[in-house]
């Protein structure tokens, strides 16, 4: 370890960071509001109407299916949404559970994706998107497996 | 790719709530989300300052070098051809070790610096480079060990053991990271245009 002068640095790297806030304020505030436009128009209500049959289907409980959604765009919402499921369910029920492996398995994609790119100007952002989407799948489909298996 | 599915949320919004009689409550929930915005925006500037103000004190006093050090297996395993000792792989390192970690704030300064380290050597400034999809892809491939804020959340609700998700967890989140992994191995290689700057 080297001797630095620690307030002086300390103070400097402060000032970067708020730079870096500034710098993805714009994303930040884009997305939020895209994300509360969609949930006040009912939409993400209609889109998990529609593919829980399919969900249904291969046993993924329909009442996790907003959160799943929620969780890619924003923190913030997919833990309001995982409150409500608790108090709805108790976090000791077989939904509760999943969707609490779930929401440690996976990652707020588009927030980080869009915060991320944004803070360079990368527009073109090839592989991420699907590599990510695949990434989050896995560990969704990995939380079931697992939450069915200790205690399904 | 954003563009598109920005334009997509909102024109979602707009279309689904004029059918549904709810374009008023999207009116509100569009200004209550640019406060909410605001309010991030403001607790961040505290959070990822101080997170950034104490990562400038490890990397003058050299502790950035120790993880990097640790972490240059890794490193050199997912993004050949970077240079393990460069500020970039700093970076990296550290990111990577505070996602471990759970400090998701401590996360993000680190995270951008690197991907600013990143845009430096890449060759198209526009387009997102090899190094940058495989540091995106394992970054969001949640590698978190214990999530302490839904164990929080789980003993809030009366959860009778909220630790038990632990296990299960690290089995998913591991899960989760190996397909990553697999992932950039396959996808986040060469193309014609990139060969050149990794």
Avoid at chain 2, 71 to 86: A, N, Q, R
Wanted: net charge positive; hydrophobic share 50%; with cysteine.
């Amino acid at each position: 370890m080297k001797k630095v002068p620690i307030y002086d640095s300390f103070t400097e790297g402060v000032k970067d960071g708020i730079q870096t806030v500034f710098n993805i304020f714009p994303a930040l505030l884009g997305l939020l509001v895209a994300v509360g436009a969609l949930r006040a128009s009912g939409a993400l209500g209609i889109l998990s109407n529609l593919i829980s049959p399919l969900t249904t289907a291969i046993g993924f409980p329909s009442e996790a299916v907003p959160l799943t959604f929620m969780r890619l765009v924003s923190s913030a919402a997919s833990r309001g949404l995982l409150l409500d499921l608790f108090a709805e369910y108790g976090p000791d029920s077989y939904l509760g559970r999943l969707v609490s492996v779930m929401m440690s398995s996976t990652e707020t994609v588009f927030y980080t994706m869009s915060i991320y790119f944004m803070s360079v100007k990368i527009t073109k952002t090839r592989s991420t998107l699907p590599g990510a989407l695949i990434t989050n799948l896995a560990g969704i489909i990995a939380s079931v497996l697992v939450v069915n298996w200790l205690w399904g | 790719m954003l563009n598109y599915i920005w334009g997509a949320m909102i024109l979602t919004a707009i279309v689904v709530a004029s059918f549904n009689g709810r374009t008023a409550d999207v009116a509100i929930a569009v200004i209550d989300s640019s406060k909410e915005a605001v309010t991030v925006a403001l607790t961040m500037l505290g959070v990822v300052g101080m997170w950034s103000g104490l990562m400038k004190i490890a990397e003058r006093a050299g502790a950035l070098d120790k993880f990097s050090n640790g972490l240059k297996p890794v490193i050199k395993f997912l993004f050949p051809g970077l240079s393990s000792d460069g500020p970039a792989a700093k970076y990296i390192s550290t990111n990577m070790a505070a996602n471990i970690l759970g400090l998701g704030w401590a996360a993000t300064p680190s995270g951008l610096r690197a991907m600013q380290e990143l845009q430096k050597i890449n060759k198209n400034k526009d387009t997102a480079s090899n190094h940058m999809c495989t540091f995106l892809i394992i970054n969001m491939s949640s590698l978190q060990l214990i999530t302490i804020t839904i164990i929080a959340d789980r003993a809030l609700h009366g959860s009778l053991n909220p630790q038990e998700i632990i296990f299960p967890g690290l089995i998913a989140t591991g899960f989760s990271t190996i397909v990553a992994v697999v992932f950039v191995k396959l996808f986040c290689r060469s193309r014609k245009s990139n060969k050149v700057s990794p």
